[in-house]
Structures are given as C-alpha cells and as structure tokens.
C-alpha cells in the first residue's frame, strides 16, 4: 500500500494506492495547523501497514509569498550586504516600461525576506581562485553577532564572496554563530546549500534554505511523530521541485529543494499517464483555487530547469520542473474594471472565505460562483461531500457587482475570461518552446481544470483535452509516479582541454564519492549520472544538463564532452561555434533509485458506444438562450462510453464539462478524451 499527499492552499489531497485500486479523499487545509489536515486525511483512508508516505507541500512557498516569516539574518563579505535587495537588476516584462516598478523582496517594496539592519558584513575575502585576500576578523564577527542576538533572530544565513571554492571562512563563521547565539539557532551557509557561481542567487537561495529549515523542522518532526500515532511504519519522503522523491531527513537537510512540489508532481503524473495511453507530447494544465500551472511534456520527459523564480527576480538555486501559472483558477475573483467591464483575477477568494458559494461569509463572485449558476456544478456534495454549495449566494453576489453590463452577460463573461486567460497562457507556454500546438494533447487536471479547460478547445487548435482519472488529485498521483533521486553539484571555471582533463575528472569523483557515502548501501549497483552546464567562452549564460558518459574523464575523452557541449548547443540555439573555447561552470551527480509506482493497466479496447445519462439539466449563461444538456456518472462510464456535448460528467471530487460541438469517449485507462465533433 502507498500513500501520496499533496498539501495545497485550499485543500490537501490524499491518495492511497491499496491492491491495485485507488482510493482518494480531499479535506480543507489549516493554515494554522498544516499537519492536521495530512493526518486526517491519513486517518479516513487508513494510512496503518502502508509501505511508504510521499509527501508535498505548498506551505514553505505560501510562507514565502504571503511573507509569514521568521525572523533571521544575513551575514556577507563586507559591502555585499545589499546583494538580497539589489537582486539580478532584471525587470519582468510588464515592469520594464514602469518607473515605480520595484521587487517585491526588496527594501523600496516594504518587503524584504530580510531586513536591511538584519544584513551585516563581514570583514573577510577569498579570492576567485581560493586564496586568502582578507583573513576573517572573528572579533568583528562577534561583534555583528552580538547586535543580531539583541535582536532576538531565530535563524542566519551565511554567504561570502568565492566560498563556493574555499569554504572554511564559512565554516568558521558558522562555529562562531552557535558560540554567540546558541546552537538553536538555526545555520544555513551557501558553501553546503549551493556551491555555486553567482553571488545572488546562492544568497537568495541560502537565505530561502534556513527559512525553509525553520519552517519544516518542526513540522515534519511532528508530521512523522503523529504518523506513527495512527500505525503507520512505512518510509516517509518528501517531494523536491522536480517531484523526486527524498527521505524526509534528507529533506531537512537542504529544505530550500522542498519549497514546492505539487505543480511538478502535476507534471510527472501527466508523463506517466501518458506514457500509457501512448500520448508522449502533452501539454499539462494543473487548475487549481487560485492559479492554472502549465507545463509541457516533449518525447514522454519533462522540462527541468537548473534555477526557478518564485517571483520577480527572486531565484532559486534548485533543479524544478518548468512550470507557468497564470493568476486564473476556481476561486479567481470576478471584479469591474476601470472602463465599467467585467474582469476575472487575478485576485483570488483562496479557501477562506472562498467564494461566495461556500457560504463562508465571502460577497465578491468567483468563477466558481460562474460555473454554479450555469449549472455545470451541482450544489449539493462538493468537495467530496465536505458541503453544499449555496446558489443564492452566488447570485446575490454576481447581482452586487456595480456596473451596467447585464446579468447574464457578467456570469458568461466570468467563465468565457477564465478559460481565455488559460488558453493565452498554454500558448504562451507553446510558442516559448517553439512547438506546434497542433501536436499537443492537453492533460487538465486539478478540481477544476474539467469543469474549465474543455472549452480551451474552442479558442486553441488543440486535437484533444484529456481529462485523468481522479484529476482533482491527479497531482498526488504523481507522488506515487515517481522516484527517489540524489544529487550532488558543484561550480567550478574551467576551460575544458586535455590538460584541464584531471580537474574535470577529479570534481565528479569527489562529488560520486560524497553522495555514495551519503547514500550507504541504497546506492549498491547503481549508476551515476554525469552532467555539465557549459558555455561558450565569454558567454554570461549557461547551457543546462550537457550528458557526459560512464568512465574516466582523460585528455582523450574530454574531446567528446566539448563536442556534446557543442551538438546540445546547436539544438537549443541553432548555432554551432567550434572554433571558440568550452568552458564548464556547473558540474552534477545524480542517482536515482527507482521506487514502486501507481500502474495504469490499459482495459481491451472495445466499440464506441453512446453512453445512458442520468438526467438532464439547463445549461444558462453558455449561449444567447438556455440549452438542454445530459449529466453522467464517471464512475458507471465504462471504456468506449460516447457523451455528446453539451453535457457534464460527475465524479465524487471532480466536474468535466463538454461542451456544445464536443464529444467525450472515455479511454482504455479511464481517461476523458475530448475532441470537437466531426465535421459532416
């Protein structure tokens, strides 16, 4: 048995995996006691005698955010103290033509993830190269420590100038933090977190990792402690950005990797889904109460990205999944714009109050409320029967909005935005990898990506929208998708030539030395990946993930790591430049041991069929005039079942809207596939 969790904003979803059938709950989300939900969820579905426990969480990312943070420290060389609020001095698009543009993490904003009079330096350097150009005053390091004791910080993180070649000024700082503060503080330093090139973002990162340390310590402690409480003695892992699975200790060691999971957990279920309804290019489409994160699935893989942004500028050290999200989801507030129209987002009503629908006291309409009054959802049992849904509610708060644009018109409009502003987003997505959409299938999942995503087929020349089973947790299927992986990477200027061979050679042996030590007898028999981020010489941009193959790295193999440097640059960038030097910046290990994983057993292929529905309702608002339109059980849905749209399927967590042109056939795995109709 398996259990997979994925703890949202709004709701935490649980799946368990016993015998083959899956079994699937989803229970509100505490945002004051985060554990409870997981454990609640546990209870219901029975957690005792299950084999492991893959856990992923949006709670460090919220923090971040929403900016609900403990307070702590940064100390740096001195005069890099404002490395945190200078940033990488890049402007996102809508910003860059904005004079009162400022980063939201910066001192100008009011916002920062660590105020100026918590940033001291440091008087030490380390030189490019490793040498000792200012040896560490330790008087003047007790000095600053003693302020930041005044101030009462819970937590410090440590980056100096060139520590990622020699770490000792780091260490050294670090022994001198538990003599001054207390070994309860809490210590990242960047030399350990992320040994690599770049001021900034091995600042940033370091700094996120002992936020992330003061945030999942005690919670995974007691997640695990309370765990055991109800029978559970399995393994429990913690999810990193890319969805790798890690023991939750191992977590804990570096939690900045653990910031969020769920959107890339999203991406390896639709890969592992599709690699059994034979779909290999999918774009993925994850709808959630606030957001719609769009990925991308080319040749049955995901797109990993080295660094990620969790907002503007703010840059993150840590292999992810490349993810997008546009601010439009269930819960996306329906608002007036300055020319008296109708808006969507991207303001969101989040779990609480949540819409006015869920009878929590909310007023302002969502396109949840949208979706109510159409039809398309039903009131009673949402959420897997967590309550009802109240339909005067949405009403009164749709009829509340202050502008000339009719009734009816403002309900359509809310849910035609919606799905545009999705639409607009899985192009963008498209377009930015350089792909014909035309090739793409859509995989829409999240608790609302079937009751909005079908309707994308009418703005995008898309050839289908896939609907999963249990897509209102199909991301927590991807816990039980995946793997665990272990890695190790390590920055290092080299210019790649049969002299610098041995260099080369002796980075990756200590890296695959450190991670087989760290992995014990788990790692027996199993194989090393090598990769490089490699540049031409001279360039300030890295090309990612350059494969080097098994052996030594001699003067004579070193010839075929240029030439792989060479043939994955032309590739990405259509360019080949030969006659300029290689050279290596970022070196990686990993190891991936394989773990049990959810099967999808394809049913005989059978005859289409026309489904039996059972009943029919009014869909409002879609059309200038009412329409006539069938609702069907997923659950009585067999392989082959036709659902001519208009129509909606509904399962216990989930709603699928077919829409009118559309047709529904439900595959050889359960999946929704959903086409426009023929035409005659």
């Not at 700082?173 to 090139?197: C, D, F, M, N, Y």
């Not at 006291?361 to 979706?371: C, E, I, K, L, S």
């Not at 249990?470 to 995946?482: E, K, T």
Request: net charge negative.
């Amino acid at each position: 048995m398996m259990f997979g969790v994925d703890v949202g904003g709004t709701f935490t979803d649980v799946v368990a995996i016993r015998n083959g059938v899956i079994e699937v709950t989803k229970v509100p989300s505490s945002r004051t006691d985060p554990a409870s939900a997981v454990i609640e969820g546990s209870r219901r579905l029975n957690v005792a005698g299950s084999a492991v426990f893959n856990h992923a969480s949006t709670m460090g990312l919220n923090a971040v955010l929403e900016r609900r943070l403990p307070k702590i420290a940064f100390l740096t060389t001195e005069g890099f103290r404002d490395v945190l609020d200078r940033g990488t001095v890049h402007r996102p698009l809508d910003g860059q033509t904005d004079p009162s543009w400022r980063r939201s993490f910066g001192d100008a904003k009011g916002s920062p993830l660590v105020p100026r009079y918590l940033r001291r330096g440091i008087v030490e350097r380390k030189t490019a190269t490793g040498e000792t150009l200012i040896p560490l005053d330790e008087n003047q390091a007790r000095e600053q420590l003693s302020v930041l004791k005044k101030c009462g910080v819970e937590g410090v993180a440590i980056c100096l100038i060139n520590a990622y070649v020699t770490p000792e000024h780091e260490i050294r700082l670090r022994e001198l933090v538990h003599e001054e503060l207390g070994h309860g503080v809490q210590v990242s330093i960047s030399s350990e977190t992320s040994p690599l090139a770049k001021e900034y973002e091995r600042s940033s990162t370091t700094t996120i990792d002992v936020l992330m340390k003061l945030l999942f310590t005690s919670y995974a402690n007691d997640l695990n402690r309370d765990l055991k409480g109800i029978g559970f003695e399995g393994k429990l892992h913690f999810a990193d950005c890319a969805a790798n699975l890690l023991p939750w200790e191992e977590a804990l060691d570096r939690p900045f990797r653990i910031l969020f999971a769920g959107p890339a957990a999203g991406t390896i279920s639709s890969a592992h889904l599709g690699s059994a309804i034979g779909r290999s290019n999918l774009l993925c489409a994850d709808v959630g109460g606030t957001s719609t994160d769009v990925s991308m699935i080319q040749n049955g893989r995901p797109f990993v990205q080295t660094t990620f942004e969790i907002e503007p500028d703010l840059t993150i050290n840590a292999l992810s999944t490349e993810v997008s999200s546009v601010g439009a989801g269930g819960g996306s507030l329906v608002a007036v714009s300055a020319a008296g129209g109708i808006q969507v987002g991207p303001g969101s009503a989040g779990a609480d109050p949540g819409p006015a629908c869920y009878g929590r006291g909310g007023t302002v309409p969502a396109v949840t409320d949208a979706v109510l009054l159409m039809g398309i959802l039903d009131t009673q049992g949402f959420a897997g029967g967590e309550f009802d849904l109240d339909l005067k509610a949405s009403r009164l708060a749709f009829e509340s909005l202050t502008t000339p644009v009719p009734f009816d018109e403002r309900v359509r409009s809310a849910y035609r935005l919606a799905v545009a502003n999705m639409a607009e987003e899985i192009l963008n997505v498209a377009v930015r990898h350089g792909v014909d959409i035309r090739d793409f299938g859509l995989m829409a999942y999240g608790a609302a990506g079937g009751m909005l995503l079908p309707a994308v087929l009418d703005l995008l020349p898309l050839p289908e929208v896939i609907i999963p089973p249990h897509p209102g947790l199909f991301s927590a299927l991807g816990l039980l998708s995946s793997d665990q992986a272990f890695y190790e990477s390590r920055s290092a200027y080299v210019t790649f030539g049969i002299a610098s061979a041995d260099q080369i050679n002796e980075v990756f042996d200590e890296m695959e030395a450190h991670l087989r030590s760290r992995l014990g007898s788990v790692a027996d028999g199993i194989p090393v990946r090598r990769s490089f981020d490699g540049r031409l010489y001279g360039q300030s941009w890295e090309t990612p993930f350059i494969p080097i193959p098994e052996g030594p790295i001699t003067g004579e193999s070193v010839a075929g790591l240029i030439d792989a440097f060479h043939n994955t640059y032309e590739e990405r960038n259509g360019n080949r430049f030969e006659s300029i030097p290689v050279e290596g910046v970022t070196y990686r290990v990993e190891l991936i041991v394989p773990s049990e994983k959810v099967e999808y057993v394809p049913a005989d292929a059978v005859d289409v069929f026309d489904a039996e529905p059972e009943g029919t309702f009014v869909l409002s608002y879609f059309a200038d005039e009412p329409l006539q339109a069938e609702w069907f059980l997923r659950e009585k849905l067999s392989v082959g079942a036709l659902v001519q749209g208009p129509a909606v399927i509904r399962e216990e967590l989930s709603t699928t809207f077919i829409a009118p042109g559309q047709r529904a056939t439900v595959g050889r795995c359960g999946e929704i596939i959903i086409e426009r109709q023929p035409q005659v």
